[in-house]
């Protein structure tokens, strides 16, 4: 119990921190914000509903908050560049895409403390929006990115259904070890973060090591928030 205490907390003090960072981006994630509002438009009005329900239900907004903040650590490089914030945007879908698509693989009944989408509209329409979702995020992706940060976001989508296929191919298995679960998480989860913190500092012109502190920096803050993630869950269950 003393264990499952300090992870909340240590999850508590995290929260106040995000806090702060979004305090320091409110403006960029104002735009961001109005430019997912805009994209979740469609005219099929039913993707618009179902895809509406699930990004505007909630969440921290963590990945395009990353991005953001990364962008402004290197922002003196630019002149009033604003294509991160287009691409944290993409970075959202994308990440809203993936939850869809978990939620039916994990037959999920809940998800922001909702009804999840799978529960209210069947797994069909689930998939089919989360597709929907990848697809304006690759239209953000050309619109506001270059070469590079299109190969690094296309690439990530890879890693992501790679750890998502990795996850259910071990599903069934009591045997699993320590390295497949961090392949999974760093598939799944870290991938995603740290591509959002690159897409930042790239879109900022910072050096290639610049980038690459953002890469590393991306990675470990995904694997520690899935590994806290998890414990909680797993400790409460």
Not at 111 to 128: C, D, H, I, P
Request: proline share 1%; glycine share 8%.
């Amino acid at each position: 119990m003393g264990q499952v205490i300090k992870l909340y907390a240590k999850k508590n003090s995290f929260n106040n921190q995000v806090s702060e960072l979004i305090n320091l981006c409110q403006g960029d994630l104002e735009i961001i914000n109005s430019i997912i509002i805009e994209k979740l438009g469609s005219k099929i009005p039913l993707i618009h509903e179902i895809a509406s329900y699930l990004i505007l239900s909630g969440g921290k907004r963590l990945r395009p908050l990353l991005t953001s903040c990364s962008f402004r650590l290197f922002e003196k490089n630019t002149n009033e560049n604003i294509n991160h914030i287009g691409l944290a945007a993409a970075v959202e879908f994308i990440h809203a895409a993936t939850l869809l698509h978990d939620d039916v693989i994990d037959e999920s009944k809940k998800r922001r403390g909702n009804l999840s989408v799978n529960e209210v509209w069947g797994n069909k329409t689930s998939v089919l929006v989360g597709d929907f979702l990848f697809s304006r995020a690759f239209q953000l992706m050309a619109k506001y990115g270059n070469t590079a940060v299109l190969k690094l976001l296309s690439d990530t989508s890879v890693i992501i259904s790679e750890g998502e296929m990795l996850e259910l191919s071990n599903d069934k298995d009591p045997t699993i070890n320590e390295d497949v679960y961090y392949d999974v998480i760093n598939g799944k989860t870290a991938s995603l973060f740290s591509a959002a913190c690159q897409v930042g500092g790239m879109s900022a012109q910072g050096s290639d090591k610049e980038v690459e502190y953002l890469k590393s920096f991306g990675a470990n803050f995904g694997m520690s928030f899935q590994l806290i993630d998890d414990a909680i869950d797993y400790s409460s269950s």
